[in-house]
């Protein structure tokens, strides 16, 4: 079964900076797509960005596309994600997940996603 881990989140001032990681432990996820959400509560999760299995290829939400970066580090089993010229509208727990069925075209639905961290929260103020 594999755990995932975040940490990175926190606060910071409207067009402030963060990194997100995500460690993998008991089993690889270098096989497997990975993504980041996001949810505010009462909402429902918002999809971010996903990388593939090589981390040759990424893909995001539109809104983030220019600031946030998304990487991998196979051998260190680790998600990343580099927030930057944060927004008070991005306020929101930060969750990293795997998604088991691609290695690329990687999924956008939460509900296509088998192993979630139990998130970092990410604050922004104005």
């Known amino acids: 079964q594999v755990q995932l881990v975040e940490s990175g989140g926190g606060s910071v001032q409207a067009g402030g900076s963060l990194r997100l990681s995500c460690a993998a432990s008991?089993?690889?996820?270098?096989?497997?797509?990975m993504a980041w959400f996001r949810q505010v509560p009462g909402k429902e999760r918002e999809w971010v960005a996903s990388i593939s299995a090589s981390g040759n290829t990424t893909y995001y939400f539109d809104s983030v596309k220019d600031r946030f970066s998304i990487s991998r580090d196979n051998a260190k089993n680790t998600l990343y994600l580099e927030m930057n010229n944060l927004k008070p509208e991005e306020t929101a727990m930060y969750y990293c997940a795997a998604d088991l069925r691609h290695r690329v075209s990687c999924a956008r639905r939460a509900n296509e996603h088998t192993y979630w961290g139990q998130g970092t929260q990410v604050s922004v103020s104005s």
């Open positions: 008991g089993g690889s996820v270098s096989t497997y797509c």
